[in-house]
């Protein structure tokens, strides 16, 4: 068993950390890593490790021009110390460190289910994940640290958008940074579901489940890095699509795991989606890895034959919500589908593996909010965060990033090679969501290593990058349940048709809330 | 018995692309209003991705090129991970495991051989400023140099002594100047200096390392060598392993200081940056590369029809190569020695940055104010030259305006004067009329 030393990660990670946080921490990360051990059953010797999935994709480079600069004034805007034209900072040959203590107001509160953390327009119609940058726009990734930052620019989907003629409405509630499933971890509050306002809406991108649910907006962004635009799509009754890895551009929106985040979109039907999509989908000379030769160019036959991976049946799985998938397929294969079992055998491990690649990267990302050029200082980051970046930067630390980081990169492969074995026998891949139907809302809190796993079946397509779009296919105790179509690289036209089709044929996505 | 030094060079060389290495932000940060050349990339906010400068990583292999390393075929960039103000992101986007260039080598012209470990190309920091504001110590920064493209030269610890180190980064110096890649500036700070030293008695390497920073010379890293080679054989001597520490370097006492205790090696957590795909090159790429590789100094020297110590001065500066090169004909025509030519630019006799031709008319008619002119001055002129010989010395200067007079202003009148006089107080008036 390993034994961490939290005070020394804590220094590594440039966080401050209180004797009783370094107490829990230390306890919580006994009981992640004694998870994550499992991969040590897989023989890696002879795999490649995989660190991004691009279709091989090399040689992204920009020409040397020159592009236009801020102004002295905008680069200086979000922060109040500076001194004639420069940032200033503590003295940095000085020994002494002085921890600043958060000094955190609590955030008035929008709306009833707290799905909203700015009003921007009455007149839009689109809600967008506080992950989003918008040009001055309160811009706060859900985070306490972030509180009041407003963004120099704004990230490339929200400009597509908006050239679009589709206006933004409001900024939205989500798990601070993007970490969690539940939509628990705001440092503004948890969002309720609008099914059922003692229940999480799931997330992170938890305000775009709940605004959409409850109509409030009729298109929501997300980004989803390990489920978090399928499952607040599956809690709360909407269709939600998490592309291809680098079919659209990251730039722009705030980083957590930079090789998994995929941003996307949910909306209340396929139809709606489709369209909305296709705003967003394009290669952005910004984003060095949407520019990719076979982007939109695999040719792919309509889909005929569905596999259901049997190793998501067969688990922890709640029975009814087993129940509803088996009816989506039986549906299906009424309507002239093949529907056939395939096997996904390293999919067990897509959580071990998420957890070392997913804190590694976001430990990393997250080293930029030091508070000296916008935002708070780190003694502001939530919980969750601290939790992550310090499990990050012990996996990836000397002498342990082999044992873990590499590991966890090799084991990426086997689950992608998994997915290509099983799309040479069917077009698509039918999945459930979540493990359980929407929860109690503080049911679950005191034990992260519960929450990370509800990702147990959203974990391989982020890992593999493949296109999911997430879809309702009944309700279990008046809550709404979803499932998942899984397809190869580029097949979103794809899953988009058999999405449609499956929504002529069913009406749970017309199904609202009692508000 | 006595001590080998060891002795390996870090080089940073900034390149002189337009923009950054990251972003389209100028690159240019030397005396610009501060935080005026910056963005969403170099400044780090929240949610901006880097994209690659093509120029830096072709650059960066010219560079391997011209110091012979064989260039990665697949090659990558990493995030190095620490924390500082002047870092925008909490890491630097660097080279770790596979670099562009690697195993490459200098030839030393006194006969030794510095053999190159490797060159990866990464992103310059901020500037930090620092300051005292109204009683309290303070630094300020200025991002405009975050995010320069960066290329690091890192030496084999093939150096054993001062001297070498200066004649090693002198030839660096010589060929990075060649390929135009960066304006290797030690003032502007485009090119700066860190050596690792450490003293052993065996040829096993040392188990410390001391590293100077800052150092923005080539004669102050000689004498940084020169100290700490003394410093340590005083601590061997006396028993004492010398601390694992960098030092800075004070140019007035000539000494090295300590400033920071290195107890563990660094942890910087590299990781290959998932914003940034991964570079493959193909023969073909290279050779493209190499094609545009130019003359380098040691051929350029050969090549050139004059004495060594000329030909490494001409060679030294570009411009003066370029210029010789590009009129060295003129001067021919003018039955000019190309020694001469090439004496005149480096004396500064010749301005390069005006046409050539008529400043080479005017040196060399200066020249020409051969006997005949001043002979024909003396003849027509012998109530001066008697008062010249009778003591009246002052009345040169009209013989010299004479000299001007006949030569149209084209003659030098410091080197009249001279050789009037040679002629006036000479004996050999006779001999040189004949």
């Not at chain 1, 809406?201 to 890095?225: E, R, Y």
């Not at chain 2, 991002?143 to 960066?150: E, I, K, M, T």
């Not at chain 2, 004496?343 to 010749?350: C, L, Q, R, S, V």
Request: hydrophobic residues 35%; positive net charge.
């Amino acid at each position: 068993m390993i034994n961490i030393n939290v005070r020394h990660v804590a220094k590594l990670a440039n966080l401050p950390v209180s004797l009783k946080e370094e107490k829990l921490f230390s306890k919580q990360f006994k009981q992640i890593l004694g998870y994550i051990e499992k991969l040590n059953q897989i023989d890696t010797s002879k795999v490649s490790p995989t660190y991004q999935t691009l279709n091989g994709q090399t040689n992204i480079w920009r020409q040397d021009k020159i592009e236009k600069s801020l102004t002295q004034k905008q680069a200086l805007s979000q922060t109040s110390k500076t001194h004639k034209g420069y940032f200033l900072v503590n003295d940095v040959f000085s020994t002494k460190k002085t921890t600043q203590k958060p000094n955190i107001k609590p955030r008035r509160r929008i709306d009833k289910l707290n799905a909203i953390l700015t009003k921007v327009n009455p007149n839009g119609t689109v809600g967008h994940k506080d992950l989003f940058c918008t040009k001055n726009i309160e811009t706060t990734a859900g985070s306490n640290l972030l509180s009041g930052y407003k963004p120099q620019y704004s990230a490339t989907v929200v400009k597509l958008l908006e050239e679009s003629g589709l206006v933004t409405k409001y900024k939205l509630n989500q798990d601070a940074w993007g970490h969690g499933s539940s939509g628990e971890n705001s440092d503004f509050g948890p969002t309720q579901n609008p099914w059922d306002t003692t229940t999480v809406p799931g997330g992170s991108s938890s305000g775009s489940g709940a605004a959409l649910a409850s109509n409030k907006i009729d298109l929501a962004t997300g980004t989803d890095t390990c489920g978090s635009i399928r499952m607040p799509s599956c809690y709360c009754n909407l269709t939600g699509i998490k592309p291809t890895y680098g079919a659209v551009s990251r730039y722009g929106v705030i980083a957590f795991a930079s090789s998994l985040d995929c941003p996307g979109l949910m909306a209340r039907s396929a139809k709606e989606l489709k369209k909305a999509f296709d705003l967003i989908n394009k290669e952005d000379k910004k984003d060095a890895t949407t520019q990719i030769e076979k982007r939109n160019k695999t040719k792919l036959k309509p889909i005929k034959t569905i596999g259901i991976p049997k190793e998501f049946l067969s688990g922890g799985i709640d029975k009814s919500i087993k129940e509803k998938i088996l009816n989506a397929t039986k549906t299906l294969k009424e309507n002239g589908y093949k529907v056939t079992n395939i096997s996904l055998p390293h999919a067990e491990y897509g959580i071990a593996t998420y957890y070392i690649i997913a804190p590694t990267e976001t430990s990393s990302n997250l080293a930029r909010y030091d508070g000296v050029r916008f935002g708070n200082p780190r003694s502001y980051f939530g919980p969750e965060a601290k939790r992550r970046i310090m499990l990050g930067s012990f996996v990836s630390s000397a002498g342990y990033s082999a044992k873990y980081y590499e590991k966890a990169a090799r084991v990426r492969t086997l689950i992608i090679k998994d997915f290509k074995k099983a799309y040479s026998q069917v077009d698509a891949i039918l999945a459930p969501v979540s493990p359980i139907s929407p929860f109690k809302i503080g049911e679950k809190v005191s034990d992260p290593l519960q929450l990370y796993l509800m990702d147990i079946f959203t974990a391989p397509a982020s890992l593999s990058g493949l296109p999911s779009i997430s879809l309702p296919c009944g309700f279990v105790n008046n809550l709404p349940i979803g499932m998942q179509l899984i397809g190869p690289r580029w097949s979103e036209a794809n899953l988009f048709n058999l999405a449609k089709t499956y929504q002529k044929l069913t009406n749970w996505h017309l199904k609202n809330p009692k508000l | 018995m006595k001590y080998t030094p060891t002795i390996g060079m870090e080089i940073h060389v900034e390149l002189q692309t337009k923009s950054k290495m990251f972003c389209g932000c100028p690159s240019n940060h030397f005396k610009i209003k501060p935080n005026t050349h910056t963005c969403p990339v170099c400044l780090g906010l929240p949610g901006a991705l880097p994209v690659p400068n093509k120029k830096a990583i072709d650059w960066t292999i010219l560079a391997g090129l011209a110091i012979n390393c064989s260039i990665n075929k697949i090659s990558k960039f990493d995030r190095k991970h620490y924390f500082y103000p002047d870092l925008s992101k909490g890491y630097q986007i660097s080279q770790y495991d596979q670099p562009l260039c690697e195993k490459g080598f200098v030839n030393l012209d006194s006969g030794g051989k510095i053999n190159i470990n490797r060159i990866h190309l990464e992103e310059d920091t901020a500037k930090l400023i620092h300051k005292t504001i109204k009683g309290k110590k303070v630094s300020l920064v200025d991002f405009n140099r975050s995010g320069v493209a960066l290329m690091e030269i890192v030496t084999e610890p093939d150096i054993t002594s001062g001297k070498q180190a200066k004649e090693f980064l002198k030839k660096l110096h010589s060929i990075l100047k060649v390929l135009k890649i960066s304006d290797c500036s030690m003032e502007k700070g485009s090119m700066r200096l860190e050596a690792n030293i450490s003293l052993s008695k065996t040829a096993k390497l040392a188990d410390y390392k001391i590293e100077v920073k800052n150092l923005n010379s080539f004669k102050f890293v000689e004498q940084a060598i020169n100290f700490e080679i003394k410093r340590q054989t005083k601590l061997l001597e006396k028993g004492i392993k010398p601390k694992q520490e960098t030092r800075g370097f004070n140019s007035k006492t000539k000494s090295t200081f300590s400033q920071r205790i290195k107890e563990s090696a660094e942890d910087y957590r590299y990781f290959p940056d998932p914003d940034i795909p991964p570079m493959h090159f193909t023969d073909k790429d290279i050779a493209e590369i190499k094609s545009k590789l130019p003359k380098l100094p040691d051929q350029q020297i050969k090549e050139l029809d004059l004495p060594n110590h000329l030909a490494k001065l001409l060679v030294k500066k570009p411009t003066y190569l370029d210029y010789f090169n590009n009129h060295l004909s003129d001067a021919k025509k003018l039955k000019l020695s190309s020694e001469k030519f090439a004496n005149f630019i480096i004396n500064k006799k010749i301005n390069i940055s005006k046409p050539c031709k008529p400043q080479l008319i005017k040196l060399t008619k200066s020249i020409d104010v051969g006997p005949a002119i001043l002979l024909e001055v003396i003849k027509e002129n012998p109530e001066v030259v008697k008062k010249f010989k009778t003591g009246k010395t002052n009345v040169i200067g009209f013989l010299v305006g004479q000299v001007m007079k006949k030569t149209k202003g084209q003659a030098n009148p410091k080197q009249a004067q001279k050789q009037l006089l040679i002629h006036l107080q000479g004996p050999s008036l006779q001999a040189t009329s004949q």
